[in-house]
C-alpha cells in the first residue's frame, strides 16, 4: 500500500494522467485509495447487482453524441458535450417528456430487480454491499470536490525533494514499463549522496514557499467571494475565533 501511494504521488508530480504514463500497457493506474480488499464473493454479488437507469439527460446524450461526432469529426468530445447541454436546454419540454417517460419506466423495473436481488442476500452481503454502495458515493463525492478545486484555481501541493528528483530523471531511467522505470529512479536516488540531495532538498523548499503564498493569496480570494467552505481547516478557525484568539 505505502508503494502504491508513493507511486501515486510521483505521478502527480509528472504532471501526467496515469493513463499516459501507461499508454504502453494498456492500463490506467487508480488512485491508491481504490485499492480495497474485497472478499471474492462480494465481488461477485457487485457485478450481478442491477444497474440503475441513466438519467433522462444521460439518454439523450448518448443518443446525440454519435451524431454530433459524425457531423464534428475534428471537435474535442469536451465541445461535443456542451452543445448537446445546449440543445437539451432548448429542447421544448413535449421532447423532454419522451425522455423522462422511458426512465421513469426503467426506474421502475429496476425497483423491482433490486428488490428481488436483496432477498437472495444473506445480511452480512447486504451489510457489504451497502457499504460499497456507500464507498463509491462518497469517492464521487471526493472527485467531484477535487475538480472544483482545480477550476477554482487551488494551487498545486508542494513536492518533495525525492518527487522533484523524480520528475526530472524519469523519462530518460531505465525500464521497459512505468513501474521498472520508477524502480530504477528509486534505486538511483538512494545511491545519491548527501550532497547530491542537497540540489534536490533545496527545490523542494522552494516549492514549499511557493505553495504556502500562493495558498495564502488564494484562500484570501476565495474569503473574497464568499467561498469559506474550501479553506483549509486552520483557516476556517481563524475566521471563526478571530487570529488572536487562535493563536492563544
Not at 462480494?42 to 441513466?54: D, G
Request: hydrophobic share 30%; with cysteine; net charge positive.
Amino acid at each position: 500500500m505505502a508503494f502504491l501511494r508513493s507511486m501515486w504521488g510521483v505521478l502527480n508530480a509528472l504532471g501526467r494522467s496515469g493513463a499516459e504514463l501507461c499508454s504502453g500497457c494498456g492500463s490506467r493506474l487508480r488512485s491508491p485509495f481504490s485499492f480495497v480488499y474485497l472478499p471474492k464473493w462480494f465481488s461477485s454479488v457487485l457485478a450481478s447487482c442491477p444497474k440503475k437507469p441513466v438519467s433522462s439527460y444521460l439518454r439523450f446524450s448518448k443518443q446525440q453524441l454519435p451524431i454530433y461526432r459524425a457531423q464534428n469529426p475534428d471537435a474535442k468530445t469536451t465541445e461535443l458535450v456542451r452543445r448537446i447541454a445546449k440543445h437539451w436546454r432548448e429542447l421544448p419540454d413535449s421532447e423532454k417528456k419522451i425522455y423522462r417517460d422511458a426512465y421513469k419506466a426503467e426506474w421502475e423495473v429496476y425497483k423491482e430487480k433490486i428488490s428481488k436481488f436483496k432477498e437472495q442476500l444473506t445480511p452480512d452481503e447486504i451489510t457489504s454491499l451497502e457499504k460499497e454502495i456507500l464507498d463509491k458515493r462518497l469517492k464521487r463525492k471526493a472527485v467531484t470536490k477535487r475538480k472544483e478545486l482545480i477550476q477554482l484555481g487551488k494551487p498545486k501541493r508542494p513536492r518533495s525533494a525525492y518527487n522533484v528528483y523524480v520528475a526530472e530523471r524519469f523519462q530518460e531511467a531505465k525500464g521497459e514499463s512505468p513501474q521498472e522505470k520508477l524502480k530504477t529512479v528509486k534505486e538511483n536516488w538512494k545511491n545519491l549522496s548527501d550532497s547530491e540531495k542537497e540540489l534536490y532538498i533545496q527545490h523542494a523548499k522552494e516549492d514549499e514557499i511557493r505553495y504556502h503564498n500562493e495558498m495564502k493569496s488564494w484562500e484570501e480570494h476565495m474569503i473574497e467571494i464568499g467561498r469559506k467552505d474550501v479553506l483549509r481547516r486552520t483557516i476556517k478557525q481563524r475566521q471563526k475565533y478571530g487570529a488572536e484568539e487562535y493563536y492563544k
